[in-house]
């Protein structure tokens, strides 16, 4: 254990999928100019983890912690004076209802749900803790998540306007070198377009796989397979056709732009 001490016809389309940088989505990389902070870089970082049978500062020398294992290391609050409101949401990815400790934190798990990449992800994962002017310093990340080929990520979610303030700014400074120190991402997340978060939220409530008859699927993929586009798609189709493709719009197999309001003229390519 590493436990220490305690395309197709017309413009071509932007995947529909969890591309991230692309549509419109706000979001940090870590190796970006605008992060540098001009204090000294701090020495001695040190990751807590909770898991079912452990909880402390993990040593690193056996290798880092298995995602699946990781539990929250707090729960979500919230009180008269807060500028959030938790949330416990479903997540398709772990397919259990998780806690958030925001909306904004729920828009950020819409659009990972959808990313056919992810396979793990951890509300609250870890706490990190440098030295720091002769203080310790610590952070909560808001999420963690892993891909299929095991490739970490830590993210924090902000408003755009506490994402840009200096107490925040050099916090994600520490977070992202102290993610890089043991080969993990670490991204800043803050928010989606309107358009972008409405598509989602209407999608989201097809993301579960209708009940039905199997040749459906095929033919509609079929239909857009050349290109389409939506209103054609939908048609006069029965309840149980519509609702196969709007769930394949969630999935990815028929590709929309997002960034783009949905309606009967949308280009439409699985």
């Known amino acids: 254990m590493g436990w220490g001490a305690p395309a197709a016809t017309g413009t071509p389309l932007n995947d529909s999928r969890c591309t991230l940088e692309s549509e419109g989505i706000a979001l940090r990389d870590s190796s970006g100019d605008d992060w540098r902070w001009s204090a000294p870089r701090p020495t001695g970082t040190a990751w807590t983890f909770r898991t ?16 699946r294992l990781l539990l929250p290391v707090r729960r979500p609050r919230s009180g008269a004076l807060s ?7 479903f997540s398709m990815t ?19 749900d959808r990313d056919g990449d992810a396979s ?11 030295p720091l002017d ?18 970490v990520t830590v993210w924090d979610v902000k408003s755009p306007d506490r994402a ?43 993301r579960h796989n209708p009940a039905g008859n199997p040749h459906l699927e095929a033919e509609v993929l079929q239909e857009c397979a050349s290109g389409a586009v939506l209103g054609a798609v939908l048609g006069a189709s029965s309840p ?16 929309v732009d997002l960034s783009q309001p949905l309606t009967a003229a949308t280009l439409v390519v699985a």
């Open 52 to 67: 079912a049978g452990n909880a402390g500062v993990w040593s690193w020398d056996d290798g880092a912690p298995d995602p």
């Open 83 to 89: 500028r959030h409101i938790p949330v416990r949401a």
């Open 94 to 112: 772990t397919g259990a209802h998780i806690a958030l400790e925001s909306g904004l934190e729920h828009d950020l798990l819409r659009l990972l």
């Open 120 to 130: 793990w992800l951890v509300p609250q994962p870890c706490r990190v803790e440098w």
């Open 134 to 151: 002769g203080r310790t310093k610590g952070h909560v990340p808001d999420l963690l998540t892993a891909d299929r080929a095991g490739a």
């Open 164 to 206: 840009h303030s200096p107490a925040f700014a050099a916090v994600a400074e520490l977070s992202s070198d102290a993610c890089r120190e043991v080969g993990w991402a670490y991204r800043v997340f803050t928010g989606l377009t309107p358009v972008h978060r409405h598509n989602l939220l209407w999608l989201h409530g097809h």
């Open 240 to 255: 149980e056709r519509r609702a196969v493709v709007w769930h394949h719009v969630w999935t990815g197999k028929i590709r």
